[in-house]
């Protein structure tokens, strides 16, 4: 900070505010920030206010001496190069104004820019000690320059006071009964920025506040969220509801609960000069205000909680709004949980307009451009920006983070380094607090307020993968310090937005935690040493859980153990990732073999394919069962993508390993898949692959496998067909139609019934066929099967194609194509039948077919569903796809 050396004087001693633009083109923006100065009566300090004939240089170099603040108005133009200067005398102001000298930057908004200045401006973002916000007219910079003054007399320079002083001596202190007025205290601070999204949740909020109902309105979230800029743009919208004004508390660096009221007093322009208490003070000076105070960052003064309570009761017209990790449970509070920025659809394919319309990526480009002023988003990288978007979870501070390296990396580069986001996101603004910087140092800052039980279950809870049931903590409680107290630590740690909890339709909740929270926290528990025991507890939790569900996955339980599967396939998927990359091979497989059904249904036999193969490619030593599971399901892919003797002859010998290890159930499973594969074969032995199937049947009726038994009939039926046998094949098929009613195996009932439906089309009989294909892709919808909802939409296209409705028919085909791909069974020959009913309609109506399809191919199969069935259907098919 300049302190006074006389070259010049201004008639007081008021605080001066250099200011430094362009003269010509600013010449507005000039006047409304001088205007802005003297309202708050400090002294502009201005080139065309005293210019002298004195040299620029030292003109400039005595204006700044004697100034306290330094203002920077750019826009356009870069500003007159004098002969013999390097710079111009807009830069040379910047360079030779005070290191130390606070500095308010405002950029107008415009696309063009001498190069020069740009250069400038991106240097002035670098500096400690300069903040910068851009501006559209000379109104909004006028409001701009007053609202951060203010902040700077009441943070900054207050602090500083003994420093640097800057006006006269501290007035003697005010009588018992005359504490300082509210018209002294400390406003709204800037915004330096404009709130991205949130219209809603503001809207909300302020109504909250607004009829006063709740004394209390607590925003509840995780660190980085963003819950302090959104009470920064509530308090500005609902000061107007409070007559006697709103402030902005800041407690990040209040750590003692006895602290609160004294920082909310002076805060308010009331200070504790020890003759009176400070809540007498308070109580004087809220007495009767409709006040709205905002307290930011009270989850470290958690216990100065029922503090507030005393406050609001000698205080009855004034309001609170908190921001904290966690709830404050006292009386009058409501809590409002601040969530993520909305982000893209990630189902689709991104474009420029998509992308556009979420929240999440306008804040990425607001940040991107404001690092990188040539950053735009086109077709060329939306759907990388939405996916980066979608990945850091609409959090703000992730997005931010992320944005800030579009200096030196592309959108790509950023998404490719995205699994490891928390060593990539390292630098924010810096002034920003502290914990902001980072996430992990936001991270941290939240964990170590917990108790050493919380902090220690928090940290084993990073083995899990997205959500996870609280029966899964219990298990995995066994030794550890938290066991016995999962319930309330998990209560602790929704408190403190570190962990999330969902409610689910059958009434039993499932959590999750922020992938931020949980990077951070598998780092500690690697740093811990044990990782590996929490991980291998993890794998054997789902094992059991696999073991035990296995059986309900055929028959009546069938729909409420997918239900469950789907809640935890991402843990299920991460034990057996586990299981085989430590080398439990046996373990892997018998995992893998219990979920078969789940496989089929959820459409994951791809994965699952691969991690057989590893297991096959490990050279490691294996049991005869392990081998015979891992090669099964790498030869199931085989079978419906590119069916060869090879396959046939790879089924042949896993069947007489299972048979060897006398499993009479994987037997007829795998007798079953090598006769489907015959039937796929041209020249095929049919001979054979019956025997195969009356084999399997006969075992599938020995265990009571009423699906496997169903499959199978249907596999009989198919070779009917292609032995043209079509009053064969339907009687084959109602069989298998009757056995999956008995036993309630929804799955086998859209799988018989899908082919009673086609047999009925191949017959002309579309009546009949209509309803049969609706109910095979509703129930199929319903159940999550992405397969068999394309089986039902392909026959649907194929009966709108006979009935020469063009339009219908190509979205049709489009959709159902494009969920044959995410169902990883794209193209089977065997069972694609409807494009033969399409080319009629494509030589006939060539562009419009064409169009038709691809709006189908973009369609995210819940909307399919909706477009295809009648609308009773609709909903729940949606909604049954939707958790795919």
Request: charged residues 25%; aromatic residues 8%; negative net charge.
């Amino acid at each position: 900070m300049a302190t006074a050396r006389g070259a010049i004087r201004t008639p007081d001693q008021r605080l001066r505010v250099f200011v430094s633009s362009t003269l010509r083109e600013l010449e507005p923006e000039r006047k409304a920030a001088r205007a802005a100065i003297e309202r708050l009566r400090l002294a502009p300090v201005m080139f065309e206010l005293g210019a002298r004939p004195h040299p620029p240089r030292s003109l400039y170099r005595a204006y700044l001496d004697q100034s306290d603040v330094f203002v920077g108005l750019y826009w356009e133009r870069y500003g007159w190069v004098a002969p013999g200067e390097e710079v111009s005398g807009l830069e040379d102001e910047y360079n030779l104004a005070d290191p130390e000298m606070p500095k308010l930057i405002y950029i107008k908004s415009s696309d063009r820019r001498d190069d020069r200045l740009l250069e400038l401006i991106d240097r002035i973002r670098s500096d400690d000690n300069a903040a910068y916000v851009s501006f559209d007219s000379d109104e909004q910079l006028a409001e701009l320059v007053a609202a951060d003054l203010s902040t700077l007399l009441a943070e900054r320079f207050d602090d500083s006071r003994n420093r640097h002083p800057i006006g006269p001596p501290t007035a003697p202190p005010r009588a018992e009964a005359e504490p300082a007025p509210l018209d002294a205290a400390q406003p709204i601070p800037p915004t330096y920025s404009p709130l991205v999204g949130r219209s809603r949740e503001v809207a909300e909020i302020v109504e909250l506040l607004r009829t006063g109902d709740d004394r209390i309105v607590t925003l509840v979230g995780p660190g980085g969220v963003g819950k302090s800029r959104l009470a920064l743009e509530v308090l500005e919208l609902a000061r107007h509801e409070f007559a006697d004004g709103a402030y902005f508390v800041p407690l990040e660096n209040v750590l003692e609960p006895n602290l609160l009221l004294p920082t909310i007093a002076y805060a308010l322009g009331v200070r504790d000069t020890g003759e009176v208490s400070v809540e007498d003070r308070l109580s004087i000076v809220l007495a009767g205000k409709r006040i709205l105070i905002a307290l930011d960052n009270f989850e470290q003064l958690a216990d100065a909680g029922p503090l507030l309570v005393h406050l609001y009761s000698i205080a009855p017209a004034a309001s609170f709004l908190v921001t904290s990790r966690t709830v404050l449970r006292v009386r009058g509070e409501r809590v409002y949980e601040v969530p993520g920025l909305g982000v893209p659809d990630d189902s689709v394919e991104a474009t420029a307009e998509t992308a556009a319309a979420s929240d999440a990526v306008k804040l990425f480009v607001a940040r991107a451009t404001a690092v990188r002023p040539d950053f735009v988003l086109d077709e060329s990288n939306a759907d990388i920006v939405a996916r980066i978007c979608s990945q850091l979870q609409g959090l703000p501070l992730a997005i931010e983070l992320a944005a800030a390296r579009m200096r030196v990396l592309t959108p790509r580069s950023v998404l490719d380094r995205l699994d490891k986001q928390l060593s990539l996101l390292v630098n924010a603004p810096r002034d920003a607090p502290a914990r902001q910087r980072t996430l992990r140092s936001t991270i941290e800052w939240s964990t170590n307020l917990l108790s050493e039980r919380d902090r220690a279950l928090l940290f084993d809870l990073a083995v899990f993968s997205l959500q996870f049931t609280l029966e899964a903590v219990e298990s995995l409680g066994a030794g550890r310090a938290w066991a016995g107290a999962e319930l309330d630590g998990l209560d602790d740690l929704i408190d403190s937005s570190l962990v999330r909890r969902h409610e689910a339709t059958d009434g039993n909740p499932s959590y999750s935690m922020l992938a931020t929270v949980r990077e951070y926290s598998l780092e500690k528990l690697r740093e811990s040493g044990e990782e590996a025991g929490m991980r291998a507890a993890h794998a054997a939790h789902y094992l059991e859980l696999a073991r035990r569900l296995a059986p309900e996955l055929k028959g009546a339980g069938q729909v409420d153990a997918l239900i469950r599967l789907e809640r935890e396939r991402s843990n299920l998927r991460s034990a057996i990732r586990h299981l085989v990359y430590t080398g439990h091979h046996d373990d892997a497989a018998e995992f893998a073999w219990n979920l078969l059904v789940f496989w089929w249904i959820g459409g994951f036999f791809g994965e699952v394919r691969i991690w057989m193969q590893e297991i096959l490619d490990s050279g490691a030593p294996m049991t005869k069962r392990t081998s015979a599971i891992a090669r099964f399901y790498v030869l199931w892919m085989r079978m419906w993508q590119s069916p060869d003797p090879e396959v046939v002859d790879g089924f042949v010998q896993v069947r007489r390993d299972f048979e060897s290890e006398g499993d009479e159930a994987a037997t007829a499973v795998t007798l079953g898949c090598t006769a489907m594969t015959r039937a796929q074969l041209d020249g095929g032995d049919r001979t054979a692959a019956r025997a195969e199937l009356e084999r399997a049947i006969d075992l599938f009726q020995r265990s009571d496998d009423g699906w496997g038994e169903a499959v199978a009939w249907v596999t009989m039926g198919r070779l009917d067909m292609l032995d043209g046998d079509n009053e064969a094949a339907l009687q084959h098929y109602q069989q298998g139609a009757e056995v999956s009613r008995r036993t309630q195996d929804a799955f086998a009932i859209t799988i018989t019934e899908h082919h009673v439906a086609r047999l009925l089309l191949f017959q002309n009989r579309l009546e009949e066929a209509e309803p049969a294909f609706t109910d095979a892709a509703y129930v199929s919808a319903t159940l999550g099967h992405l397969e068999g909802a394309a089986y039902g939409i392909e026959g649907l296209c194929a009966i709108a194609a006979l009935r020469g409705q063009a339009e219908r028919a190509g979205v049709l085909a489009g959709a159902a194509q494009e969920m044959r791909k995410k169902s990883g069974m794209y193209d089977a020959a065997a069972f694609v039948y409807h494009p033969a009913y399409l080319e009629p309609l494509r030589k006939a109506f060539p562009e419009l077919m064409h169009d038709a399809e691809e709006r189908g191919r973009r369609m995210p199969p819940a909307e399919v569903m909706r477009f295809a069935l009648p609308a009773d259907l609709q909903e729940a098919a949606a909604a049954g796809l939707s958790r795919k």
